[in-house]
C-alpha cells in the first residue's frame, strides 16, 4: 500500500476554493456495507485566487448514490465522478451540498 504515498510539500499548497462552514454527517454501518450520507454548508473563499465556481471532493473506492445542491438532485451530466472523487463544476458561492455514498 504504501507504493502509492506522494510527498506533499508546504509550497505546494494553497487556499481552498471553498469552506466548508457545517458539517452534518450520518453513518449507517452494516455487516456488508457502510453508508454515508453527507449534508455540507459551503462558502466561496475569498482567499482563493483561482477560478472558485469548481467543486471538487476527495474520495476513493466509494459508490456515489446521489447528489443534491441546494435541496435539488443533481441529474448524471451536473456532475462528474471519477477514481479521485467527485467535481461539480458549476456551484453557486453559498450552496448546501447533500451526498450519499456506500
Same mark, same amino acid.
Given at each position: 500500500?504504501?507504493?502509492? !504515498?506522494?510527498?506533499?510539500?508546504?509550497?505546494?499548497?494553497?487556499?481552498?476554493?471553498? !469552506?466548508?462552514?457545517?458539517?452534518?454527517?450520518?453513518?449507517?454501518?452494516?455487516?456488508?456495507?457502510?453508508?454515508?450520507?453527507?449534508? #455540507?454548508?459551503?462558502?466561496?473563499?475569498?482567499?482563493?485566487?483561482?477560478?472558485?465556481? &469548481? #467543486?471538487?471532493?476527495?474520495?476513493?473506492?466509494?459508490?456515489?448514490?446521489?447528489?443534491?445542491?441546494?435541496?435539488?438532485?443533481?441529474?448524471?451530466? &451536473?456532475?462528474?465522478?471519477?477514481?479521485?472523487? #467527485?467535481?461539480?463544476?458549476?456551484?453557486?458561492?453559498?450552496?448546501?451540498?447533500?451526498?450519499?455514498? &456506500?
Amino acid at each position: 500500500m504504501t507504493q502509492n !504515498l506522494q510527498t506533499i510539500y508546504l509550497k505546494d499548497y494553497c487556499p481552498p476554493a471553498h !469552506l466548508v462552514e457545517i458539517v452534518e454527517l450520518y453513518v449507517e454501518l452494516e455487516a456488508t456495507r457502510t453508508r454515508v450520507r453527507a449534508k #455540507l454548508q459551503l462558502q466561496a473563499n475569498p482567499d482563493y485566487s483561482g477560478n472558485g465556481g &469548481e #467543486l471538487f471532493l476527495h474520495g476513493r473506492q466509494l459508490e456515489l448514490l446521489s447528489v443534491w445542491l441546494d435541496d435539488r438532485a443533481l441529474a448524471a451530466d &451536473e456532475y462528474r465522478v471519477d477514481s479521485e472523487g #467527485l467535481t461539480i463544476p458549476d456551484v453557486p458561492e453559498s450552496f448546501v451540498l447533500e451526498t450519499s455514498v &456506500e
